[in-house]
């Protein structure tokens, strides 16, 4: 199931709601009864009655783009963030320890260029542009593009330097799918690592999933056509090849990587283009 309508609830941001309602094909309306103070109460019972009839619905409000969606009797708010406290204890402890800093080669100077061809909420994006990579971000699903762009553009005035050092180092391109955008491009060099985080499969029952992950993968789905992306990012790698995988899961399209590098729950392997 997928959202159904959008919906503003901020009077200074009517005019952008409907652009973005158009651009998404969604239906748009402006809420202005929950535009006052109210109390967290009546702010759950508010979002309780905008669910009742809908499996999910962006909300447009002065703290952003937010998919609202209720996965059982609870109201769920999911919006990509990079200013929040946990991305910044995230990166004050040592990005730079991070597998995935290890995964793209970033170890002194020059740091890697990074095509991150799958870019969901950006979190990895960010990561990477915070530790001084230049990445570009393709994502081809427009609800969740356009929960980025929304980040992006808060970020930008967060009037913090390091997020806007991060955020400077980010490009998010228009809406595509990355099979496609690489395959206009082949036998050029588009970066030197193509970063690959394509959906998995969710394992039912588990109780590890977050209800936040489950929802985002109702939006999404289980991107099936990865494996195409795989032959396509090596012709377009300078370097290397690195996907995400969950950690016993098998490599993308059967195809064995020249290393990996395992956390708890992930992998990261990296596939060396030949010299
Ligand atoms: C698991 S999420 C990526 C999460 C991301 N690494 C992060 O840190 O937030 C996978 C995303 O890749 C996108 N995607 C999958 N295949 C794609 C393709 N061929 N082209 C563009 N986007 C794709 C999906 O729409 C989804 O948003």
């Not at 309780?48 to 969606?69: D, F, H, I, K, Y």
């Not at 708890?264 to 392997?269: G, K, S």
């Amino acid at each position: 199931m997928s959202p159904v309508c959008l919906i503003c609830l901020d009077p200074t941001r009517i005019e952008e709601g409907d652009l973005l309602a158009r651009d998404l094909g969604l239906e748009f309306h402006v809420e202005s009864s929950a535009t006052g103070v109210i109390s967290k109460r009546e702010e759950r019972r508010f979002y309780q009655t905008l669910l009742n009839e809908r499996a999910g619905v962006l909300l447009l409000r002065s703290e952003g783009l937010g998919l609202l969606a209720a996965p059982e009797d609870e109201a769920l708010w999911i919006k990509a963030d990079f200013c929040d406290a946990g991305t910044r204890y995230r990166l004050a402890q040592g990005g730079g320890n991070e597998m995935i800093a290890k995964a793209v080669g970033l170890k002194g100077q020059p740091k890697p260029t990074v095509l991150d061809c799958t870019a969901g909420l950006g979190m990895d994006a960010y990561v990477l542009a915070a530790l001084g990579c230049e990445v570009t971000l393709l994502e081809r699903n427009l609800i969740v593009h356009a929960l980025l762009k929304d980040a992006i553009k808060r970020a930008q005035g967060a009037n913090d330097p390091q997020i806007a050092a991060a955020i400077a180092r980010m490009e998010l391109l228009e809406p595509s799918d990355a099979a496609a955008y690489l395959e206009s491009y082949q036998g050029k060099a588009l970066a030197s690592v193509l970063y690959l985080d394509p959906m998995f499969p969710l394992r039912k029952k588990s109780a590890q999933v977050k209800k936040a992950m489950q929802i985002f993968h109702t939006i999404v789905g289980d991107d099936t056509d990865a494996g195409a992306l795989l032959p396509l990012a090596l012709g377009a790698a300078g370097n290397r090849v690195v996907v995400k995988r969950p950690r016993h899961a098998p490599f993308l399209k059967g195809q064995p990587a020249s290393h990996s590098l395992e956390g708890q729950r992930n992998r990261y392997d990296v596939y060396l283009k030949q010299r």
